[in-house]
């Protein structure tokens, strides 16, 4: 599996055969996704170069193949070994139980430093992280306040790292709404898709949690988004949830829009009774989503 080694626009430049202020104008025109380091310099990622390259979404001249294929062979697995994630995750758990949020943070941006998607981060890191401190509540071990506590801070990290990922101002994205449904307050799992989104090429705006589906209505007339998402991690009226759910998927077949639906209060019963265009169990799934919506670049 190919890593998600970071090249800088040089590189990124000597492969695609053109000058480093066209791959640094195509960044920030939003046909390349990068992100951007402390220091203000693009970083772009092997995988969504080779991934362009291979659906020929770039302008300009042929690739030079030679070069690509000598950063591919270098490249090592994208996904951290097993005894690699154990010590993230035992890592990311001392740093919350000693309420050290200054190394939460260290540990999440190095995370994605490193080479881990914001899916894995979420779904191989956080989530796992997270689920034990609630079976921990749940059995009366400790008490709701870590919960939150850990939470706000694990929050903490990944606005710093959204900040990161934020695209340049006038960079002509694709556009993407999103928020948790009516009664829903769990935010982690909504921050993290807009991560996916940024990591992944697309402008953003996160309406946030408890947001009745209708006022969703209103925002996606109003954007015209190609994309609308609704994380679910509570579900106060699961009936009353899946009509006005319905009632969005109605509004974005108006708008020639996509509804994507996740989260773990989307059990098979309730699906059951729900209309949408896409709907996922992870932010793997989702970022996979997101990539096939894409419109060309270029």
């Given at each position: ?8 626009t040089?590189?990124?430049a ?9 791959v ?18 693009r ?144 935010t ?5 898709a ?46 009353a ?37 896409w ?20």
């Open positions: 599996m190919v890593a998600r080694t970071l090249l800088s040089v590189q990124a000597e492969i695609l055969r053109v000058h480093p202020s066209t640094k104008r195509w960044v920030d025109d939003g046909v390349i996704p990068a992100s951007k380091t402390p220091g203000g310099h970083k772009i990622v092997l995988l969504d170069l080779l991934r362009l390259v291979k659906e020929k979404q770039l302008p300009g001249p042929p690739v030079d193949s030679a070069l690509l294929e000598r950063y591919l062979s270098k490249t090592p697995s994208t996904a951290p070994t097993p005894d690699n994630l154990e010590e993230l995750k035992a890592g990311l758990e001392r740093a919350l139980h000693s309420h050290q949020p200054s190394e939460v943070h260290k540990i999440l941006l190095k995370s994605h430093q490193n080479g881990m998607s914001i899916e894995q981060i979420g779904d191989e890191l956080i989530f796992p992280v997270m689920e034990a401190v609630g079976r921990s509540w749940r059995m009366g071990e400790t008490d709701i306040a870590h919960e939150h506590l850990f939470t706000s801070q694990i929050h903490a990290g990944l606005i710093e790292l959204r900040n990161r990922l934020l695209p340049q101002a006038g960079s002509q994205l694709p556009m993407a709404i999103g928020a948790c449904p009516e009664g829903d307050f769990y982690l799992g909504n921050l993290l807009e991560l996916v989104l940024l990591q992944n090429g697309w402008q953003v705006t996160n309406i946030g949690p408890n947001t009745p589906c209708s006022s969703v209505i209103s925002m996606a007339r109003k954007l015209r988004p190609k994309l609308v998402w609704l994380t679910c991690s509570h579900l106060e009226n699961p009936q949830f899946a009509a006005e759910c319905n009632a969005l998927h109605e509004a974005t077949v108006e708008l020639d829009s996509n509804l994507y639906l996740g989260g773990q209060a989307l059990t098979q019963e309730v699906r059951r009774r729900l209309h949408y265009h709907i996922g169990d992870s932010l793997a799934q989702f970022s996979l989503a997101t990539k096939r919506l894409l419109p060309p670049a270029g």
